[in-house]
Antibody, heavy 124, light 107 residues
């Protein structure tokens, strides 16, 4: 059974930092791209960023809203994905989901499995 | 960035109704489109990938169509479990972007 479990959310002051983790099981983590997607309270979904697999040199992509402040990394030996969030703003308040990338054999990757999410609240 | 526009934003329907949700992309995305269902307090669930491919385990009453810039999600006979929110998402170009969502509620 595919499982993704996020942790590390909480309350942080504006300008602060937080590191989210996502531990996965039930699939070969190293084969997959991995993503972070967030959802502000009562709002829609916003893609945060992606890290590709080893075959694609672990390259990353980010949304403009978080570029330069957020960093995605992974440790394939620990089946773990990370999101380092620096210089946090009140508008970063959201539930953060990790999601598994999947290509279905095509060139482009989407998300097929999601974790349950972890809430990040940025407030003074 | 590619803007994804869903319509309607809210849809009122009854059990057994056929409902259609539309998603328009601001640029051509070929068939790189997915549909997700999200229930309150839960993570989104993938329904359709590459515009018209049904994800494994998803009921056949869900179907997707379209290419280029115009896409639809159809639920052929609405069931009680289907009254929730649906999102389209393009994965043609970075940044990946979602539509604003369509809430399907009970008439």
């Amino acid at each position: 059974e595919v499982q993704l479990v996020e942790s590390g959310g909480g309350l942080v002051q504006p300008g602060g930092s937080l590191r989210l983790s996502c531990v996965v099981s039930g699939f070969t983590f190293s084969d997959h791209y991995m993503d972070w997607v967030r959802q502000a309270p009562g709002e829609g979904l916003e893609w945060v960023g992606r890290i590709r697999n080893k075959a694609k040199s672990y390259t990353t992509e980010y949304a403009a809203s978080v570029g330069g402040r957020f960093t995605i990394s992974r440790d394939d030996s620990k089946n773990s994905l990370y999101l380092q969030m620096n210089s946090l703003k009140t508008e970063d308040t959201a539930v953060y989901y990790c999601a598994r990338g999947h290509s279905y054999g095509y060139s482009n990757w989407l998300f097929d499995y999601w974790g349950q999410g972890t809430l990040v609240t940025v407030s003074s | 960035d590619i803007q994804m526009t869903q319509s309607p934003s809210t849809l009122s329907a009854s059990v057994g109704d056929r409902v259609t949700i539309t998603c328009r992309a601001s640029q051509i995305i070929y068939t790189w489109l997915a549909w997700y269902q999200q229930k309150p307090g839960k993570a989104p669930k993938l329904l359709i990938y590459k515009a018209s491919n049904l994800e494994s385990g998803v009921p056949s009453r869900f179907s997707g169509s379209g290419s280029g810039t115009e896409f639809t999600l159809t639920i052929s006979s609405l069931q009680p479990d289907d009254f929730t929110t649906y999102y389209c998402q393009q994965y043609s170009t970075y940044p990946l972007t979602f539509g604003g969502g369509t809430r399907v509620d009970i008439k």
